[in-house]
């Protein structure tokens, strides 16, 4: 007849790690997008600007390519960043 023998505690309850929470852009910043080219190269552009009454503290989270650094805009400015290629384009504004 078989034996059963139970796991011990620490094999058996994997560790909860909670997800980093990721919080969005106010809806205040607007973003605009295009291509173009420069020097017979395609790029893509985008650029935020801050219609808020508050200054904000956000980055750009690109797909196909690197994500942008932490930047701040007061109300009434704007930034933009600009990258190799004719695929990459912003999916998000997110506050940091």
């Given at each position: 007849?078989?034996?059963?023998?139970?796991?011990?505690?620490?094999?058996?309850?994997?560790?909860?790690?909670?997800?980093?929470?990721?919080s969005a852009a106010p809806t205040c910043v607007h973003l605009r997008q295009e291509d173009y080219i420069r020097d017979g190269q395609w790029r893509s552009l985008a650029n935020a600007k801050?219609?808020?009454?508050?200054?904000?503290?956000?980055?750009?989270?690109?797909?196909?390519?690197?994500?942008?650094?932490?930047?701040?805009?007061?109300?009434g400015q704007d930034h933009g960043e600009s990258k190799p290629g004719r695929g990459p384009y912003v999916s998000e504004l997110r506050d940091c």
């Open positions: 007849m078989p034996t059963t023998t139970a796991a011990p505690a620490s094999a058996v309850a994997a560790p909860t790690v909670s997800p980093a929470v990721v801050n219609n808020c009454s508050h200054a904000v503290r956000i980055r750009m989270i690109w797909t196909g390519t690197t994500d942008g650094r932490c930047f701040s805009l007061n109300p």
